[in-house]
């Protein structure tokens, strides 16, 4: 009777180690907290949305979701539309970590250059 209690103790130490480094390896996901929702416009800083003329323009998306999921469009300089999509990114997250909407936004406004300032019209 003696070895047999000896022996449950023992399983049950082995099964209380497991379960201790178990939980102590055990790294929770953090979700990011972004500033901007997935489908928030995003404003595109002055440097962005300077041009001379029309070409020098390009639409893109102004949030983590595409316009034809729920996002927004805007225009900015065709030079610096890769640096303003880090932005978004920074500010609102990538659009494979999220859920966008089923939402279709997609308008059919193109870009401009008045007064040396991209804008979708």
């Known amino acids: ?8 103790l023992g399983l049950m130490l082995i099964f209380l180690a497991v379960v201790f480094f178990v939980q ?9 907290q972004y500033k901007y929702s997935p489908t928030e416009f995003i404003e595109p800083i002055e440097r962005f949305l300077k041009c ?7 639409k893109v998306r102004g949030s983590v979701c595409p316009p034809s999921s ?7 300089d065709k030079d610096f539309f890769q640096e303003y999509l880090s932005e978004i990114e920074k500010k609102a997250g990538r659009e494979n970590e999220i859920e966008c909407p089923e939402i279709y936004l997609v308008s059919n406004k193109t870009c401009s250059c008045i007064e040396n300032t991209c804008v979708l019209m």
């Open 70 to 76: 729920g996002g927004t469009e805007v225009c900015v």
């Open 52 to 58: 001379f003329e029309d070409s020098d323009c390009i």
């Open 1 to 8: 009777m003696r070895i047999f209690t000896m022996i449950i």
């Open 24 to 32: 102590e390896s055990y790294v929770p996901t953090e979700k990011n």
